[in-house]
């Protein structure tokens, strides 16, 4: 059962960087600042690495799910497109919707820390959770500029 338990952590932390991932690349795609999009197009392609990453952990345990994301962040996606649509591309709001999405990866990545990791993943998570932090002071970062 605890192999159950982990598995299923670690298949939660990667949806969470999978839909994370997608919604950066999204705000990158309506930005019109250069450096505002590299850097989220940066940050989008750590979060893919660190599913990937986890990836190797979880089928270590029986195998990750084959999800591609979540519900949740689909329809977060679609949200975002929407309001794109109807209101156009409002860069501060892009940004603020991608440090939102990065902060609620970092609590779900500090919460994993104080449960049921496999050992052998904790490092890695550990690891991930601290460049989430770094991630998340550069996204806030770009509110300022």
Same mark, same amino acid.
């Given at each position: 059962?605890a192999?159950?338990?982990e598995r299923? $952590?670690?298949n939660?932390? +990667?949806?969470?960087?999978r839909?994370?991932?997608?919604t950066l690349?999204f705000a990158?795609?309506?930005?019109?600042?250069?450096?505002v999009?590299?850097? $989220?197009?940066? +940050?989008?392609s750590?979060?893919?690495r660190?599913?990937?990453?986890?990836?190797?952990?979880?089928?270590?345990l029986g195998g990750?799910?084959?999800?591609d994301?979540?519900?949740?962040?689909?329809?977060?996606?679609?949200w975002l497109?929407?309001?794109?649509?109807?209101?156009?591309s409002?860069e501060r709001?892009? +940004?603020?919707?991608a440090?939102n999405?990065?902060?609620q990866t970092?609590?779900g990545f500090?919460?994993a820390?104080?449960d049921?990791?496999?050992p052998?993943?904790?490092?890695?998570?550990e690891?991930q959770?601290a460049q989430?932090r770094q991630?998340?002071?550069?996204?806030?970062s770009?509110?300022?500029q």
């Amino acid at each position: 059962m605890a192999d159950r338990d982990e598995r299923s $952590l670690l298949n939660h932390l +990667i949806e969470m960087c999978r839909d994370e991932a997608r919604t950066l690349q999204f705000a990158a795609e309506h930005v019109q600042d250069p450096g505002v999009r590299a850097t $989220l197009k940066q +940050i989008a392609s750590d979060r893919g690495r660190f599913a990937d990453d986890l990836l190797r952990h979880a089928q270590r345990l029986g195998g990750a799910d084959a999800h591609d994301g979540t519900t949740r962040g689909a329809l977060h996606q679609q949200w975002l497109a929407f309001k794109h649509a109807l209101m156009g591309s409002d860069e501060r709001k892009m +940004i603020a919707e991608a440090a939102n999405v990065e902060r609620q990866t970092l609590v779900g990545f500090e919460q994993a820390l104080s449960d049921l990791l496999p050992p052998t993943a904790r490092e890695l998570v550990e690891q991930q959770c601290a460049q989430l932090r770094q991630g998340h002071q550069r996204v806030r970062s770009l509110m300022a500029q």
